[in-house]
């Protein structure tokens, strides 16, 4: 923690104060927790950023991660940098009505914001952004550029719980910042389109700290999807490849009725594993949860509604088959990526609108016969869904 309290006053380790100053400020009176009240260190070594730090035994509820020198250091260059820029920044301010602290609070915007280095439990994170929610005051999470591992051009392995903190920019798209303070330098990863568990395509642009002045200003380039549809048609590929080995509980669960039907998931229809809007909001693979909507019509005697498949997922949801995405800065949920699966569908003349609500399968899905003939129709397929304009 950069922030104590000193007879009563807020004191930081932004530098102002020598480390004979704090010590003389010790004998003085206690440096304490404006949390918790407790006693803390002032640690001016040479080699860590200088902060306080709680006694070991400390339960406080504002600072129970540990915080690592990465940490410290990026939060003092965010500080730093609003400061510079007239924002007017509060450090590690105690909301207590919600027993939050975010890193830099600005009060003139209301805005928190939070530098993640530790990995943070998805629940936990979603809470807190719900928390800063009822509160009505505007969050953002900026993660440790860390996190993120580059593979190639447009390919980053990501900390899969932090997707829980992605917004969308104004075209729809979804984003998250990133920041290092070693190069001092924010990354934004905009147009993510998420394809494992841990893996998403996306655009990673750069920015050094110096040349911006706000938040606002990352995120505003617009970029189409195309230089992502190989990598994406690679990735059908490989769920195809590695069906056989995949033994998630959406996975044994459709193997199991594929199997029945004389059909197999290495197999799958190319009409599945489809990047339509908004599909990310199901953690469970594209390939497979789209199959299954696809086998669940294809079996239905008759027309069908909406709220039939949406009470059919509702319900292998809850059994743990398959499993959603937490989004709270998002509108929409899961019923928003089934309603998309099935314009696509329909766009695919699979099925018709007969009624308002109301659905009719018109044609038989493809099924490829061998791999060989798979990897042509994936790639027919996927060019000509027009994808990655309304990913
Ligand atoms: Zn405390």
Known sequence: MLVALFKDQLVNMLGRITKEEWKEKMKAALLVCPVCQ??????????????????ADSNCLAFHEK??????????????????????????????????????????????????????????????????????????????KRRLKKLSNQFFSIQNRDLTAAKKDPQGRLYLYYFCPLQLQFLVVENIVPVTSSKIL???????????????????????????????????????????????????????????????LTLYSPLAGMPTRNFYHFETAAFIWQSYLLYYVERLPGPFSFSQIETEFMRLISKGIFSVRSFPYLKESYTAALQAYLTYLEKEKFIIQIHENLYK???????????????????????????FDFV
């Open 38 to 55: 407790k006693k803390v260190i002032p640690k001016c070594g040479n080699k860590k950023v200088w902060h306080f730090a709680h006694s």
């Open 67 to 144: 915080e690592t020198e990465y940490h410290l250091l990026g939060k003092k260059q965010l500080f730093n940098w609003l400061q510079m820029n007239k924002r007017a920044p509060i450090l590690e301010h105690y909301l207590r009505e919600i027993e939050q602290r975010p890193d830099i609070y600005l009060p003139q915007k209301n805005h928190a914001l939070e530098f993640q280095c530790a990995s943070m439990n998805k629940d936990i994170l979603h809470s807190r952004i719900e928390g800063y929610q009822s509160l009505h005051i505007q969050s953002d999470w900026i993660f440790g």
């Open 202 to 264: 996306g655009k990673g642009i750069s920015y050094s700290l110096k040349e911006i002045i706000d938040l606002d200003q990352l995120n505003k380039k617009t970029a189409d999807y195309n230089y992502v549809l190989n990598q994406w048609i690679n990735q059908k590929y490989i769920w195809r490849k590695s069906a056989f080995k995949n033994k998630s509980p959406a996975s044994m669960y459709l193997k199991k009725i594929l199997y029945f039907h004389h059909k197999s």
């Open 361 to 387: 399968k018109s044609a038989t899905a493809p099924y490829p016969a061998t791999l060989d003939e798979a990897f042509q129709q994936d790639k027919i397929f996927s060019l000509k869904g027009g994808f």
